[in-house]
């Protein structure tokens, strides 16, 4: 499993970003996915998750209401749609594939590279 994030970039606040976790050419469908983000100067955290073969989705309280993840109907790429941004979303977002619905690193096998998202006026 090779693992893509992308979609960041530099976002005014009030902004929206669609963020995609793909692995080319495979469906994710048997892997939960998650996204976590890692802010300058902090410890990564767990932003949203959904599970496996069109599971459930499991949202940090932080996230909730601005944030959701899903799944294509094609189970190629889960996307992270975060709507207003504000200037403390600014961190890499990092998506991660394991076997279980979960917000704990640990249960993540598979990492991404990471894909910056910056909100600045």
């Known amino acids: 499993v090779q693992l893509q994030a992308s979609g960041g970039g530099v976002v005014q606040p009030g902004g929206s970003l669609k963020l995609s976790c793909t692995d080319p050419?495979?469906?994710?469908?048997?892997?939960?996915i998650a996204w976590f983000r890692q802010a300058p100067g902090k410890e990564r955290e767990f932003v949203a998750a959904?599970?496996?073969?069109?599971?459930?989705?499991y949202y940090a309280e932080s996230a909730k209401g601005r944030f959701t993840i899903s799944r294509d109907n094609a189970e190629i790429t889960v996307t992270l749609q975060i709507l207003s941004l504000k200037p403390e979303d600014t961190a890499v977002y990092y998506c991660?594939?394991?076997?279980?619905?979960?917000?704990?690193?640990?249960?993540?096998?598979?990492w991404g590279q990471g894909t910056q998202v910056t909100v600045s006026s």
């Open positions: 050419g495979t469906s994710l469908d048997r892997y939960a």
């Open positions: 959904i599970g496996r073969y069109g599971g459930r989705s």
């Open positions: 991660a594939a394991g076997g279980i619905l979960s917000s704990r690193e640990a249960e993540y096998r598979y």
